[in-house]
């Protein structure tokens, strides 16, 4: 079991900058591939980012690709969202996932444990 905690969302204007952050429960943690979601209101769950178990690669979503770098600290068990030039449509809770493949990308079957969401709110 690994239990996921996000930090870092907030209110942020249009073209600012936020560094969201996924803290993990397990010492495992570099054994779990991961990846981070969104969820805007009335519209379903959408994949972001994602990372290697070794954080040799990554993908990202073409509405973030150049905006967004998701990165690890396995030493420090946590997954983090640099988020750039920030827009309105990029306002949802965003989630981290774990999965325990070496890496899973945007394949939302993979990511067995999730964290509680924290929102990110893009003022225009």
């Known amino acids: 079991q690994v239990q996921l905690v996000e930090s870092g969302g907030g209110l942020v204007q249009a073209g600012g900058s936020l560094r969201l952050s996924c803290a993990a429960s397990r010492r495992t943690f570099s054994n779990y591939a991961m990846g981070w979601f969104r969820q805007a209101p009335g519209k379903e769950r959408e994949f972001v980012a994602a990372i290697s178990w070794s954080g040799d690669i990554t993908d990202y979503a073409d509405s973030v690709k150049g905006r967004f770098t998701i990165s690890r600290d396995n030493a420090k068990n946590t997954v983090y969202l640099q988020m750039n030039s920030l827009k309105p449509e990029d306002t949802a809770v965003y989630y981290c996932?774990?999965?325990?493949?070496?890496?899973?990308?945007?394949?939302?079957?993979?990511?067995?444990?999730w964290g509680q969401g924290t929102q990110v709110t893009v003022s225009s």
């Open positions: 996932a774990a999965s325990d493949r070496i890496y899973s990308g945007s394949v939302t079957a993979d990511y067995k444990y």
